[in-house]
């Protein structure tokens, strides 16, 4: 025979039930605006049914339903989505540190514009043609050493500012390292908070979103390839915890690092985790405070030589610079050397066809420029004696030319559209820079246009990467996060339910007070 107080229980366990996914639904209205947070919902599961199967039995038509029994309180959240999110996040980071740094160096170099290098140089030639056309004129002269004193701050103003961009980058790093570590030391916290529930039977849902949020902010430093991990001494684990995080530093291609860069290890076995910091270090040995080029990461003992791990760390690094087996590598180590060498060619041919000619005096020329050889384009400027006395400018061809010898002062002018390749100063034995093609103008030119490309480029890959991530958290809000519509609908189907389990416990009773005061009294 069926129990007589079996449908209380079954009633019961309905109220129980519902009552937990009442709790769980106000639970994600609580939180509809919380950032990070994964909508939960009760598992659902039915009890097992009576009678159980066995030789004694009770010989009904079949089993009955027991009733329902809550299974979990679980995330509604797909890992697939967020693998793909930290995949694009990772790749915005990059792009957008890229973007900014091209976008600071296009600041500087301001081109084109009437303050910018180009403008300046042109006032220079343009002055330099006005003198050949009237020598002994002292208002021209005087424009000439000017003008060429104005290049010079252009160009020491231009490596200058660079060097300090260059400055703050390394600065930046320091700070994304610190952060890179914070982050892997929260998560690790997190770790060890989990590990104290799970093996309980329970699921730490909070938990698992406070750890989720701080993976998320920390693709966007570095690629790193995340792997949960149940250890195998894990006591009464359900089947959908989620385990310990594994976390390593990965290339950009996804593949690992051999042996691999791991931030967060997880043992297998124990379950205990163990964290790595991460170092940069410089080509001087400094890490704290970087004074040279990078030269490598260090992520505990490992030490990574190949920094191709995207990410804004990755953005940063080569904008600063960086050491190759072929030499620094990096936006504004490049843009530096490409500064020097402009300077240093203009300024070698210009001060040796100066020298060959002769002043108003009829004394041979001196260096127009001076300038430190390592370093020219910060320490260029005009010589002392020709900004004092403009008739120094050596714009005679002979000593004994007069006046209105121009000779000199038509070749300095010249320089504007001579190729490297034919400059005196090269014939004479003098030599270049490698990689020195074209004119001076040309050069400049193919710097300034190789630097908008590519500022293009990074804003163009930004903007499409974050379309990319945009589409992805969509997906990933869609289903994870929490549609107060839904969960009022939710709250409504909860509600009847538990009422409707209550309102059974009242027909039972019902029945009960029947079979218990009203039967067995016919006749009384």
């Known amino acids: 025979m069926i129990p007589t107080f079996h449908g209380l229980e079954t009633a019961r366990r309905g109220l129980n039930t519902q009552q937990l996914a009442l709790y769980t639904t106000g639970h ?10 994964t909508r939960q919902r009760v598992e659902f599961s039915t009890t097992n049914p009576y009678p159980g199967t066995g030789f004694n039995r009770p010989g009904i038509p079949g089993q ?142 909070d938990l698992y979103d406070k750890r989720d949020l701080l993976v998320d902010e920390l693709s966007g430093l570095v690629n790193i390839k995340v792997t949960s991990i149940i250890p195998e001494n894990y006591g009464n684990a359900l089947p959908t915890a989620e385990g310990l995080y594994q976390i390593e530093i990965v290339k950009a291609d996804g593949t690992s690092y051999s042996p691999q860069a791991t931030l967060i290890n997880v043992d297998r076995a124990s379950g205990r985790t163990a964290i790595s910091e991460i170092a940069v270090f410089d080509e001087y040995g400094y890490s704290d405070t970087l004074r040279g080029n990078v030269a490598y990461v ?139 093609n074209g004119s001076i103008d040309s050069y400049y030119s193919s710097i300034i246009g190789n630097l908008g490309v590519r500022a293009q480029s990074a804003n163009r890959n930004m903007e499409n990467t974050q379309v990319l991530v945009d589409s992805v958290e969509n997906n990933r809000q869609s289903n994870s996060a929490v549609s107060l519509d839904e969960e009022m609908t939710h709250l409504i189907k909860y509600q009847h339910a538990y009422n409707a389990s209550a309102r059974i416990i009242t027909v039972l009773d019902e029945m009960l007070d029947r079979i218990i005061n009203g039967m067995g009294t016919v006749g009384r």
């Open 64 to 205: 009955i339903g027991t009733g329902v029994t809550a299974g979990a309180v679980s995330r509604v959240r797909e890992s697939f989505l967020d693998a793909q999110y930290r995949l694009e996040n990772n790749k915005l980071g990059y792009y957008s540190l890229l973007s900014s740094s091209l976008s600071k160096m296009e600041d500087i170099m301001n081109e084109p514009t009437d303050s910018g290098f180009h403008s300046v140089l042109e006032k220079f030639w343009n002055a330099l043609q006005d003198l050949s056309n009237n020598t002994e004129n002292s208002g021209a002269r005087e424009v000439v050493a000017t003008s060429g004193q104005m290049l010079a701050e252009t160009i020491n103003y231009y490596y200058n500012s660079l060097t300090r961009i260059k400055t703050d980058l390394g600065n930046e790093i320091n700070v994304k390292i610190r952060s890179i570590n914070s982050l892997v030391s929260q998560i690790d916290e997190l770790n060890r908070q989990i590990a104290a529930i799970e093996p309980h039977g329970q699921l730490a849902n």
């Open 298 to 436: 260090m992520v505990g003992d490992r030490k990574l030589t190949d920094l191709n791990f995207s990410g804004e760390l990755a953005a940063l690094i080569e904008s600063y610079g960086y050491q190759t087996a072929g030499g620094i590598e990096g936006l504004y180590p490049e843009m530096l050397e490409k500064l020097n060498k402009l300077t240093y060619a203009f300024a070698s041919e210009f001060n040796y066809i100066h020298q060959q000619g002769f002043d108003l005096k009829g004394e041979a020329g001196i260096p127009f420029f001076l300038f430190e050889e390592e370093n020219p384009a910060a320490t260029i400027r005009v010589h002392d004696e020709i900004l004092a006395d403009p008739a120094k400018i050596a714009a005679a061809g002979s000593p004994d030319g007069g006046s209105g010898d121009n000779e000199n002062v038509k070749k300095l002018a010249d320089i504007k559209s001579q190729d490297f390749t034919l400059y005196e100063y090269v014939k004479s034995g003098g030599t270049l820079p490698d990689g020195m």
């Open 28 to 37: 994600n209205i609580a939180n509809a605006n919380t950032e990070g947070y």
